[in-house]
């Protein structure tokens, strides 16, 4: 069980830092896209192989998303919201499908209330760019992080990694924003985002796969 796991866990850490270091390389750009895809592509494979029932192929179709958004972005910022988007959509069903049993009031359920209304501060650190397709996918991200949080899946692992997605979203907005300068932001940016995916495919399918599913 854990070589299913820490094998994919690992060769996309790899490709994670393979790109962190020749992003700014001068690569052909059908490299730059393939190489920046290849992180959550490992993990989509690996989710989509191991996938048996409904939960499996939801995070697979998680995974999915979230390649396709990374390598998207890179043609039309719009186009890659839309399936980060689509994938935040996909990752709520699923937790919400897997909510903890009796959550605990304030580490968890003020946690996840504060993680959603997060959702107005990614909204108003995008400044100027900020429009109503900001607001609706800023609301997706924060509500993916707090259903996250109170699923069933490990917290030090899933919710952790669904909390740095979302702050390496945060520093994207502030980019955008133009509150930050976006060499420092792009340091940050891809480090937070990969990490939480990696977490996010960690957590799960550790659970997944303990109850043969």
Not at 2 to 10: E, F, G, M, T, V
Request: proline share 4%.
């Amino acid at each position: 069980m854990a070589q299913r796991i820490a094998l994919p866990a690992s060769l996309a850490a790899i490709a994670a830092a393979a790109y962190f270091l020749a992003m700014n390389a001068g690569l052909p750009f059908a490299a730059h896209v393939a190489l920046k895809g290849a992180c959550v592509t490992i993990l989509a494979i690996a989710a989509a192989m191991a996938a048996r029932r409904t939960d499996g192929w939801l995070f697979a179709g998680v995974m999915a998303f979230g390649a396709l958004g990374d390598m998207l972005l890179e043609f039309d910022l719009m186009i890659g919201a839309a399936a980060f988007a689509a994938g935040h959509v996909v990752a709520i069903w699923l937790y919400l499908r897997n909510r903890r049993a009796g959550p605990m009031p304030i580490s968890q359920r003020g946690a996840a209330l504060a993680l959603l209304l997060s959702a107005a501060f990614l909204y108003l650190i995008a400044g100027p760019a900020a429009n109503a397709g900001i607001a609706l996918y800023s609301f997706l991200l924060a509500a993916m992080a707090a259903a996250a949080w109170t699923s069933r899946f490990p917290r030090y692992r899933t919710g952790i990694g669904a909390i740095l997605f979302l702050a390496s979203d945060a520093f994207i907005f502030a980019r955008l924003g133009g509150r930050m300068d976006p060499d420092q932001a792009a340091l940050l940016i891809w480090p937070l985002y990969a990490a939480g995916q990696i977490l996010i495919f960690v957590g799960v399918r550790q659970k997944l796969e303990a109850e043969g599913r």
